[in-house]
């Protein structure tokens, strides 16, 4: 018998992928300490059962970066990485936090899935446009104010999808009510980070996340919400096998950039 111990971690099922990037770790993890040569994302997560519905958190634990991806054909196949592009180091993301709420997991959220009506076909294809020809460009430009504005709006148009189960765009009138209060405070790149309850909003560099944390932290209820400001990451995972007293070299594991 062996035994995992996981040091520290995010937060599970506030809808950041900790559940995902646990298990492409114990994936990866465990093929570097059995000396298995590295595998490419798709097969770490076929060995765990991760990537059924979205191959975002797969593609991020290998690479990092703004990733793009547009689904896939059949429940068999993990969907292709589309585009990838590097996010500018000097923007930060400030996550917001409801504390005493949870996203949907689990049989709660098979059950949404299943129950949740088809997306409009013109809803998908303004989706593919959005993403393709403003949200992708802008952030390879480094174009701020463009990719901010298009990244609420792919946001909104993704979060509308899920109405039905979450009530509208976002999940309650408590997160909505909280993109509202981020966006009056001038920034404009906010959205909803799977089921939430994590919201982000992007600010362009360090001063304008202590400017943003000001303005924001004067209204009422901002002691019970958790707020991080987080770097954009461009890189993948990294394992790195310890207890080996002569490990070959491909033992220590990179994400492409």
């Known amino acids: 018998a062996g035994r995992i111990d996981g040091f520290r971690t995010a937060p599970l099922h506030v809808g950041l992928g900790t559940g995902t990037q646990l298990a492409m770790a114990v994936a990866a993890g465990l093929s570097a300490w059995l000396e298995v040569a590295p595998l490419p994302p798709e097969q ?3 060995c765990v059962g991760r990537g059924k519905r979205s191959a975002i958190g797969l593609y991020g634990f290998a690479h990092g970066g703004l990733l793009y991806e547009t689904g896939k054909s059949t429940e068999e196949e993990i969907a292709p990485l589309v585009n990838r592009v590097e996010l500018p180091t000097e923007w930060r993301f400030v996550l917001v936090r409801p504390m005493c709420q949870c996203g949907l997991s ?5 059950d949404a899935f299943a129950r949740l009506p ?3 076909v013109e809803r998908t294809e303004t989706l593919y446009r959005e993403a393709a020809d403003r949200l992708m460009p802008a952030a390879a430009a480094g174009r701020f104010d463009d990719f901010s504005e298009s990244l609420y709006q792919f946001g909104y148009l993704a979060g ?3 109405a039905e189960r979450q009530g509208g765009a976002f999940h309650g009138e408590r997160l909505a ?3 509202e209060r981020i966006r009056s405070c001038g920034v404009r790149g906010v959205g909803q980070s799977s089921w939430g309850p994590t919201l982000f ?3 362009p560099n360090d001063s304008a996340v202590a400017e943003f944390l000001e303005r924001f932290g004067r209204h009422e209820d901002a002691r019970s919400l958790e707020l991080t400001v987080a770097i954009p990451q461009n890189e993948g995972a990294r394992i790195e096998v310890l207890s080996s007293p002569n490990p070959p070299s491909w033992m220590k594991i990179r994400g492409s950039k």
Do not use: D, I, N, T
């Not at 689990?106 to 098979?110: K, L, M, Q, T, V």
């Open 177 to 179: 009510s909280l993109v």
């Open 106 to 110: 689990g049989e709660a959220e098979r």
């Open 201 to 203: 909003a992007l600010v």
């Open 160 to 162: 509308l999808g899920f």
């Open 118 to 120: 088809p997306v409009p």
């Open 44 to 46: 770490l997560a076929q």
